[in-house]
């Protein structure tokens, strides 16, 4: 028994702590942040003001992460993110493949809390920063369910609560709303018909019963469901996690006046359950309940801070190359209208670049202040860059970024800005690509320390043997293949049939910057006429002028079908001139207007399991998978495969380093194939697999003699090896025992 007398006042306990790295948000892009700074050495406090992890993508809110896939959606090949960010999609596709919301936030949990020198302080909100001589020094949080005070004290603060309250509350520079289109020059600058912000989304989950089940709604549900210019594309069988665009707020301030946003979403999802429960409109919606209905809404859009490097619409379109490039993007510029669900306006204004686009160092740190890094939604881009690089493997992969660099400028004693210079930023982006994190059009130097490359086989692409399927030419499809400068596309023969005479024509494409999978250029093209079941041989008369892959592509012919084959192969995929609804509304970008960006074709693959493979023989192999690969620092398929895959035929295939003298070396990574295309979404969407077919299951690595590492079971892409003590070999093999079921891709054993 404990017995407490009456007093005038009681006050809470405080609890101080100490550390390194405070984060705040916990958010995929503070996890992100967290678990990369405490890698690399760092005492880490993450606090986040919510039960679980995830922020958008928790069970909360209930949205899938997507990033530059962009649901495989556009031209973006081989784009998933890497790094940490990767390491979360693929633990939760082997965890839970069927996307289920809980379970994503136990693996989120499972990341930090096994994470050393990562201390989680969940449902705990900043309200206090202490910052001087432009620096941070202490935040004060409060957590109301263990009724605590935290004072904690740092060297380094990140942002990553999505409202900037770290940021806010230290008095940096940031802003709300749309640049005018004189300021930047940016063509998609919203005007005021459509609105400077995007507003806040509530999702929610509908399930079928074995009987009728009534529905009375709240006082509060909207009564006139005309209210809402889009209600006729509402039915009965759309999840209500798609109707992202049931949007409001955007007029609002959509930091302080959240809960009023909140209640009006409310009043929106009720009236539209209502219309499809009670109009009379969607019969088979009787037997019909809501199994979830989200209490806090999915915000988009509030303060954005000022970095060095405001990112803005013509870096992604024009694809620019920083040279402090750190990370990438690749979903749209989606802007939404700031009336959301009430707008005369289309619920969203998509424009994707040709291919990937890098991202800034210099946009991930506040200019305000020498010790606060933001990631996530929170960093320095105008509200139109925005739009795309808010998405949330996006911001993962740049809360990993901003861990790292944490962690280089506590070793160096660095300030955020000090570490934007030229001569220090190689040594963060050398890092983040050693650790798995792939940065378009850049490479790790000297990934293997010197060493030459053996290996017991190498796979040569010469044939691929029908398996009695055929494909029908109903759409444009084409084949992406790997071509070498100063070489030429090897003929190759396809079987084709045709039920009347028909006439085939097939075009060798590519795209004009390099690494693209955008096809604008002709090269040259062959035609033949298709009568019944024949072998026809393609020759191009052309040379190409650098590594790049081009498309041999089909034409659209109708009564025309082509053979295929079983062969799947990493870094070779068949795409199609074709339409993802998600994220286009054409199977090829159209401008209705004049907004600064280009129109080009979607070529998109299928997901898996309807990818498919045309049979084919070559006149000559193509040497794509060759073991020198391993050499030349690149982490994806990119301009060539940059993958070593061994023969088919190969039982106990392995591939060697080899050191003229013993090397000494206490961390071996490797990074091999894991389907770096799929979207790999984390919730509701669900995948046919745990782990993609290419993907090394079980592996040894061996140093001279000595057994170093036995791996069973792995299921992710990047497999880091740190040594307690340092090992010293002449030789270091990777002996592959066992992969998901398809040949082997390995892009990189990096040794340090």
């Known amino acids: 028994m404990k017995i407490f007398p009456r007093r005038d006042t009681r006050s809470f306990p405080v609890r101080q702590l100490q550390t390194d790295l405070l984060v705040a948000g916990g958010g995929l892009a503070g996890l992100c942040a967290a678990l990369a700074a405490a890698r690399d050495g760092l005492q880490v406090v993450l606090i986040q003001d919510r039960p679980v992890l995830g922020g958008n993508a928790s069970s909360e809110v209930r949205l899938w992460a997507n990033g530059a896939t962009s649901h495989m959606g556009n031209n973006n090949r081989w784009a998933r993110e890497g790094g940490i960010m990767g390491e979360i999609l693929e633990e939760n596709l082997w965890r839970n493949k069927e996307g289920n919301p809980v379970m994503f936030d136990l693996v989120l949990l499972d990341l930090a809390k096994s994470q050393p020198g990562l201390t989680l302080l969940l449902n705990t909100a900043v309200y206090e920063v202490e910052a001087w001589e432009q620096c941070i020094h202490q935040v004060k949080a409060f957590n109301p369910i263990n009724e605590t005070f935290y004072e904690v004290s740092a060297t380094q603060f990140c942002d990553a609560t999505g409202d900037g309250v770290l940021g806010y509350l230290a008095g940096a520079e940031y802003r709300e709303g749309a640049e005018d289109i004189s300021e930047l020059g940016e063509k998609m600058a919203p005007g005021d018909s459509f609105g400077h912000k995007l507003g806040h989304s509530i999702y929610f989950y509908t399930k079928h019963t074995d009987g009728p089940v009534n529905f009375v709604p709240p006082s509060f549900a909207l009564d006139d469901i005309t209210a809402i210019p889009r209600y006729k594309r509402l039915t009965s069988t759309l999840n209500g996690c798609d109707l992202w665009w049931l949007e409001w707020g955007g007029r609002l301030d959509t930091v302080h006046e959240s809960e009023a946003i909140k209640w009006e979403l409310w009043k929106i999802v009720w009236g539209v359950w209502n219309y499809i429960k009670n109009s009379g409109e969607f019969p088979e919606a009787a037997n019909m309940t809501i199994e979830w209905v989200g209490a806090i809404p999915g915000k988009r859009e509030s303060r954005r801070f000022m970095g060095d490097h405001l990112l803005c619409q013509q870096d992604i379109i024009e694809q620019r190359d920083h040279y402090d490039a750190v990370a990438y993007g690749g979903w749209s510029i989606d802007l939404h209208p700031a009336d959301g669900v009430y707008s005369t306006h289309d619920g969203c204004r998509q424009f994707h670049s040709k291919g990937t686009y890098t991202i800034p160092y210099r946009s991930l740190y506040s200019r305000s202040l020498d010790n606060l890094f933001l990631t996530g939604r929170l960093i320095s881009a105008s509200h139109v860059a925005f739009g795309s690089a808010r998405v949330m493997c996006t911001c993962g992969l740049l809360g990993e970024v901003v861990g790292r660099a944490a962690a280089l400028c506590h070793q160096q004693k660095l300030t955020t800005h000090e570490l934007a210079a030229p001569e220090k930023i190689g040594e963060l982006q050398q890092h983040l690509q050693a650790t798995g994190c792939y940065i378009p059009r850049q490479f790790l130097t000297d990934p293997a320390a010197g060493a030459t490359v053996t290996a017991s086989s190498e796979y040569h692409l010469a044939r691929l043997p029908p398996n009695g399927k055929w494909e029908p030419l109903s759409a444009r499809m084409a084949i992406l293949l790997p071509v070498k400068a100063g070489e030429s596309l090897p003929d190759f023969t396809v079987t084709l049939r045709a039920r009347t005479p028909q006439n085939v024509t097939v075009r060798l494409l590519g795209s004009q910057r390099a690494g693209n999978f955008t096809p604008e250029l002709a090269y040259d093209e062959c035609a033949f006429p298709v009568n019944g079941e024949q072998d026809h041989r393609c020759t191009f008369s052309w040379q190409s002028e650098r590594d790049q ?204």
């Not at 003298?661 to 389907?675: E, G, P």
């Open 549 to 752: 892959y081009v498309f041999v592509a089909f034409d659209a012919t109708d009564d025309v079908e082509i053979a295929l084959t079983d062969v799947a192969l990493p870094g070779i995929m068949t795409v199609f001139n074709s339409l993802n609804a998600r994220v286009a509304k054409h199977t090829r970008q159209i401008a209705d207007g004049d907004y600064g960006v280009d129109e080009f074709d979607f070529w998109l693959p299928r997901r898996r399991p309807q990818q498919i493979m045309p049979a084919m023989q070559l006149s000559a192999p193509l040497h794509c998978f060759e073991p020198h690969n391993l050499l030349n620092g690149r982490l994806r398929p990119e301009q060539q495969t940059n993958a070593w895959v061994p023969a088919p035929e190969d039982a106990q295939p392995w591939i060697s380093l080899h050191w003229p003298a013993a090397h000494r070396f206490s961390q071996v990574t490797l990074i091999h194939d894991n389907d770096f295309d799929n979207a790999m979404e984390t919730v509701q969407m669900g995948h046919p697999l745990p782990v993609t077919p290419h993907c090394i299951t079980r592996y040894r690595l061996w140093a001279d003699d000595q057994l170093i590492a036995d791996v069973d079971h792995n299921h992710r892409s990047v497999c880091e090896h740190r040594f307690a003590t340092p090992q010293t070999a002449h030789i270091l093999r990777l002996e592959i025992l066992a992969t998901a079921g398809a040949l082997p891709a390995v892009y990189a054993l990096h040794v340090r």
